[in-house]
């Protein structure tokens, strides 16, 4: 795929993340390490005689999914938490342009 010379680029999409989801993103991440450490080839998980049961990995992954979910949802794009700032400076600008001075 080639570009034209003179296209335009989309300025990049920004998302913000609040402190404490972040703080939970890591968390995840270790916790994600952790059962790759636990379930590595040669460890105790990886026996042929261990047992899993289903309802812990059924917790597990109800659980990897809610803070996923959380965190996403914590996650702000820029553009609209800008717009009803914009959305505020115009309608005061109108308002201070059509009062009388």
Excluded at 59 to 83: H, K, P, Q, Y
């Amino acid at each position: 795929m080639r570009k034209s010379p003179g296209a335009q680029h989309a300025a990049p999409i920004v998302y913000t993340l609040p402190e404490y989801a972040h703080v939970e993103l890591i968390q995840l991440r270790d916790h994600l390490r952790l059962m790759a450490q636990l379930t590595e080839c040669g460890g105790n998980a990886s026996r042929l005689d261990a047992r899993l049961r289903p309802d812990a990995l059924a917790w597990w992954f109800s659980r990897l999914s809610r803070d996923v979910g959380w965190i996403v949802a914590a996650t702000t794009n820029m553009a609209e938490a800008a717009a009803p700032a914009t959305a505020r400076k115009r309608k005061t600008r109108k308002s201070e342009q059509g009062s009388p001075a």
